[in-house]
């Protein structure tokens, strides 16, 4: 059964740069499939932040895009995640999943990422 | 950009069939998936491709959608059902994913 587990720091300063990485456990991150990171500010909706095919190819939520960089290590099983100049309003519960849309999907447990000084 | 549009809240009593919709302009051309998100824990999904329900969800779980709105219905709403349901679909590039804003459900 596959695993995902978010790690990175749990503070940010503002106008900093978020970095997470996504581990991949219990299968290959080079199998035909979109990995994904998804937020939740604290009592709210969940956002699609954007994906990555094991070839590289991204998709970004258009709101993000100027900031978001998505990206995959092959060697060590896993994806990352890069978003810069963050604010407070960058403050969520960050998941790594692999393919949301599918029944065959997996998510992470989540990791929450506080932006202040 | 692209949105896909869920009541705030929807309550119904134990065993009675609750309906959470999704409105969005794309829903014709694209599907809905629907995920269930209990206090604390991370989303599950519960249908997938309009009407598709995944192993282990049960069956009281359905999908549905006609035009520019996608229906989720749970038919005898169980307490344990009590979450928040989100909506998700693409634009109509396919390129870009969106949740709904997110419907608690009440049951009691």
């Known amino acids: 059964q596959v695993q995902l587990q978010e790690s990175g720091p749990g503070l940010v300063k503002p106008s900093g740069t978020l970095s997470l990485t996504c581990a991949v456990s219990g299968g290959s991150i080079s199998s035909s499939n979109w990995w994904s990171w998804v937020r939740q500010p604290p009592g709210k909706g969940l956002e699609w932040i954007g994906e990555?095919?094991?070839?590289?190819?991204?998709n970004y939520n258009p709101s993000l895009k100027s900031r978001v960089t998505i990206s995959v290590d092959k060697s060590k099983n896993q994806f990352s995640l890069k978003l810069s100049s963050v604010t407070a309003a960058d403050t969520a519960v960050y998941y790594c999943a692999k393919e949301i849309a599918a029944p065959s999907g997996y998510w992470g447990q989540g990791t929450l990422v506080t932006v202040s000084s | 950009s692209y949105e896909l549009t869920q009541p705030p809240s929807v309550s119904v009593s134990p065993g009675q069939t609750a309906r959470i919709t999704c409105s969005g302009d794309a829903l014709p051309k694209k599907y809905p998936y629907w995920y269930q998100q209990k206090s604390g824990q991370a989303p599950v999904l519960v249908i997938y491709e309009d009407s598709k329900r995944p192993s282990g969800i049960p069956e009281r779980f359905s999908g549905s959608s006609s035009g520019t709105m996608a229906t989720l219905t749970i038919s005898g709403a169980q307490v344990e059902d009590e979450a928040d349901y989100y909506c998700?679909?693409?634009?109509?590039?396919?390129?870009?994913?969106?949740f709904g804003g997110g419907t608690k459900l009440t049951v009691l």
């Open positions: 998700y679909s693409t634009d109509s590039s396919g390129n870009h994913w969106v």
């Open positions: 990555i095919y094991h070839s590289g190819s991204t």
